[in-house]
């Protein structure tokens, strides 16, 4: 069955210094991938998504992921955090009838 | 573009009430809106497929007499959480797929739903 796992729950970086959440899929066919940040009390903003071609897609607010089929994997970066990326991720694999499976969340910590 | 509203964004119920939940997609036509359910540090649950002028298909577990969905139009569906009970307090959020598909959900901004 397909799934998404996200090993990190909560993850604390110095403001100014580089992130990698971390992003594991299982799904038979070609995944179309995605990350969604979430604010406390919001909705879900969309980061980035890759459906196929280069491997290393480009997002907003400075974001970037690779996919890796490899590994089943879809990382997410950015080279230095601010602390209004404070906030919970969300990685995402769309399977059968354009439904999104969303991983557990890894919540993001920023310290000054 | 793609903005999606869920009104209202807080509701406080008493029991054995109903409620009723909407969700706009504001700029764009969506024939698919999704209804997701998300308890307290976790993740999203989905709780059915919503298409426009057609039944809402529900994820297993999830009761479709208790929480009724129509999508009248290509714009607005609505959730409606009938005969509610403290269980059912949670925060509700609807996504939009632009019509002519693509995995690509736009989120609502949530629901808390409180049910006294």
């Known amino acids: 069955a397909q799934s998404v796992t996200q090993p990190d729950i909560h993850i604390t970086v110095s403001e100014g210094a580089s992130l990698e959440l971390r992003c594991n899929y299982s799904y038979g066919a070609t995944p179309y991938l995605f990350w969604y940040v979430q604010s406390p009390g919001q909705g879900l903003q969309l980061l980035l998504k890759?459906?196929?071609?280069?491997?290393l897609v480009q997002g907003i607010k400075g974001f970037e992921a690779e996919f890796k089929r490899s590994q089943s994997s879809f990382n997410l970066r950015k080279p230095s955090v601010h602390w209004s990326d404070a906030a919970e991720y969300f990685c995402a694999v769309g399977v059968y009838g354009n439904k999104l499976v969303f991983g557990a969340g890894t919540i993001l910590r920023v310290k000054s | 573009g793609a903005v999606v509203s869920q009104h209202p964004s807080r509701v406080i119920c008493k029991s054995g009430t109903s409620v009723k939940i909407e969700c706009r997609s504001l700029d764009f036509q969506a024939t698919t809106m999704f209804w997701y359910r998300q308890f307290p540090k976790q993740s999203l649950m989905l709780m059915a497929t919503s298409n426009e002028g057609s039944k809402a298909t529900y994820e297993q577990g999830v009761e479709k007499d208790k929480f009724l969905i129509n999508h009248a139009s290509l714009t607005l569906s609505t959730l409606t959480v009938t005969s509610a009970h403290p269980e059912d307090s949670s925060f509700y959020i609807c996504?939009?797929?632009?019509?002519?598909?693509?995995?690509?959900?736009?989120f609502g901004p949530g629901t808390r739903l409180t049910v006294t």
């Open positions: 890759y459906f196929s071609g280069d491997t």
């Open positions: 996504s939009a797929q632009l019509a002519g598909g693509s995995y690509e959900q736009y």
